[in-house]
């Protein structure tokens, strides 16, 4: 080894996270899309039979479409580095939304 090595002690690069950061927010938003268009589809019979895309599995099929469209909008135009805070919120909100007594309040 050489004495004369010298050593790169300068900070390292951040690492680029931005679209990792876009789809963890765009799942909090997708989840939270998710509940909030189930409780309106079981809340308002018009709202519900324009989620009804499948008679056999009724609202659920539009809800469920409706909540993929916004996971995939949401991801494809978020491209700036984001919190990934936002993203845990949604989904701890999204998450309780979806529990009856809940859902229910609203």
């Given at each position: 080894?050489?004495?004369r090595?010298?050593r790169?002690?300068?900070?390292?690069?951040?690492?680029?996270?931005?679209?990792?950061?876009?789809?963890?927010?765009?799942?909090?938003?997708?989840?939270?899309?998710?509940?909030?268009?189930?409780?309106?589809?079981?809340?308002?019979?018009?709202?519900?039979?324009?989620?009804?895309?499948?008679?056999?599995?009724?609202?659920?099929?539009?809800v469920?479409?409706?909540?993929?469209?916004?996971?995939?909008?949401?991801?494809?135009?978020?491209?700036?580095?984001?919190?990934?805070?936002?993203?845990i919120?949604?989904?701890?909100?999204?998450?309780?939304?979806m529990?009856?007594?809940i859902?229910?309040?609203f």
């Amino acid at each position: 080894m050489d004495s004369r090595e010298t050593r790169d002690f300068s900070p390292s690069p951040s690492l680029p996270s931005g679209y990792g950061a876009a789809a963890l927010l765009s799942a909090g938003i997708g989840s939270f899309a998710l509940a909030a268009i189930a409780i309106a589809s079981d809340r308002n019979a018009g709202f519900r039979r324009l989620m009804t895309l499948y008679k056999p599995t009724g609202p659920l099929s539009g809800v469920t479409t409706a909540a993929l469209l916004v996971w995939l909008i949401v991801w494809g135009v978020l491209h700036l580095p984001l919190v990934s805070a936002a993203a845990i919120v949604l989904l701890i909100v999204a998450f309780l939304l979806m529990f009856p007594p809940i859902a229910d309040l609203f």
